[in-house]
């Protein structure tokens, strides 16, 4: 069976109504990213930060995987598919997929401050009086700004033994996640879903642009596959 990695981002998301914070209207509206998203911001209000990712918790309730999420898993009837996400929801893995890497962390998870292994399943809300079992302040297992990205290597890894590349939901701005498609195996093809692709066509070969949003986008793609 081959191996079909996707590597997918905010746009895949958005279309559930979670908000996007590179959209004018987005997720750090009112507020600075690294007031929010930055081990300096954690240091300098805590109460801040935890409230932001309270709320962004509370939204990951409302929504529900969309089509593309549900695709992707129905993708597994065909290939071997492993799941890379920029994103922090859990919609994923609530749409089907059996195998999903998350880049930048989990909302519904927390960690010890002191221990960045010592991670928690959590689903409500997370307050400064909230600590592991060592006493220690719990905090988003969230990739901020600034902080390693410790599942790349792994990330590396699935991308390097692909027999296809999907990309969806994602700009291919942010790094390091955007420097995936350089380990994918010479020869092997890269689907990319946008209904914007902001990259050279010829910049990959066996490049094929699927100018679509994610849902009906990954409809093509399984016509196409």
């Not at 922090?88 to 909302?107: A, I, N, Q, T």
């Not at 519904?108 to 401050?113: A, F, H, T």
Request: negative net charge; charged residues 25%.
């Amino acid at each position: 069976m081959k191996k079909l990695v996707v590597l997918t981002g905010a746009g895949i998301s958005a279309e559930s109504g979670v908000k996007t914070f590179r959209d004018s209207g987005g997720l750090w509206e009112g507020h600075d990213v690294m007031e929010v998203a930055s081990p300096q911001g954690w240091a300098k209000n805590p109460e801040l930060v935890l409230d932001f990712y309270n709320q962004r918790r509370r939204q990951l309730k409302e929504v529900a995987p969309n089509e593309a999420h549900k695709s992707i898993a129905q993708l597994e009837d065909r290939f071997d598919v492993q799941v890379i996400t920029q994103n922090v929801d859990d919609l994923h893995e609530r749409g089907g997929s059996s195998k999903v890497l998350h880049l930048h962390g989990e909302l519904l998870k927390v960690r010890s401050i002191d221990d960045e292994h010592d991670i928690y399943d959590w689903t409500n809300d997370l307050s400064l009086s909230d600590t592991c079992k060592n006493g220690h302040q719990l905090r988003p297992h969230i990739v901020w700004f600034g902080e390693a990205v410790p599942m790349m290597s792994f990330a590396i890894d699935l991308v390097s033994e692909a027999d296809i590349l999907v990309v969806v939901g994602t700009s291919l701005q942010v790094y390091p996640a955007a420097g995936l498609l350089h380990y994918l195996p010479e020869g092997k093809p890269i689907y990319l879903i946008d209904p914007k692709p902001g990259i050279n066509p010829h910049a990959f070969p066996n490049l094929h642009i699927i100018p679509e949003k994610a849902t009906t986008g990954i409809q093509k793609l399984m016509d196409m596959l």
